[in-house]
């Protein structure tokens, strides 16, 4: 792990491309603005870009007012809980685009922009799979699911806003992204995880049947 601290800067980089990806750290507000743009509005901008002879997805947080930047000033910034929350998953034996570095913009201990950097994944929304899947490859991705919330549970997980746009289908296996409101929770766990499971299963309220399989299988 590549850790750079300063008064104004502060980023990690994971250990096997730490040198490689140092290089970029002062160039992310370049990069997002030359990639390709996946996502923009007031909270985030996302962009896929090619750096280092692969294909990375770097995402931007700021503030939505003045306001809201000002209070969270003194809080761990989104890339950063996006990066810890990536390796709880990982270890948890969850699936994750592999995380590259985080780096935060700040004023001594105040924090302002933040950014998070992954790798970008070739695959398909799990929203747009799972409805047109049969036979072997549902009962794959639904023991999958099953698995995923079950280690979720095991681990004191939530990810927080459990769209099926953030799950992607890799190959057959299911990877979980948007992960900057996830990880470890300590208190009131059960009523979190309710909210996930909860949320997960209203991206099938228009089919009954499907819901009512992945209810008794993600409720275990």
């Not at 799972?130 to 004191?156: C, M, S, T, V, Y």
């Amino acid at each position: 792990m590549t850790v750079y601290k300063s008064f104004k800067l502060r980023y990690e980089v994971c250990c096997n491309q730490g040198e490689e990806l140092v290089g970029i750290a002062s160039r992310l507000a370049e990069l997002i603005k030359t990639g390709e743009s996946l996502k923009f509005d007031k909270a985030a901008s996302v962009s896929k870009v090619r750096v280092c002879n692969q294909d990375l997805i770097i995402k931007r947080f700021t503030g939505r007012s003045r306001w809201h930047s000002v209070k969270r000033l003194l809080r761990r910034s989104r890339a950063n809980n996006a990066w810890k929350a990536s390796q709880a998953y990982s270890t948890a034996g969850i699936g994750v685009p592999e995380a590259k570095m985080y780096l935060e913009r700040r004023l001594g201990p105040l924090r302002f922009d933040s950014y998070f950097v992954y790798q970008a994944l070739e695959g398909e929304p799990l929203l747009e799979v799972l409805p047109n899947a049969e036979g072997a490859e549902r009962r794959a991705l639904i023991a999958q699911l099953a698995d995923l919330f079950r280690k979720l549970r095991a681990n004191h997980l939530v990810h927080g806003d459990m769209k099926a746009t953030n799950l992607m289908v890799v190959k057959g296996k299911i990877f979980a992204i948007d992960l900057d409101v996830a990880g470890t929770c300590k208190f009131h766990f059960e009523k979190a995880h309710a909210r996930d499971q909860k949320r997960f299963l209203k991206n099938w309220i228009d089919n009954e049947a499907l819901t009512t399989e992945l209810s008794q299988h993600i409720s275990v």
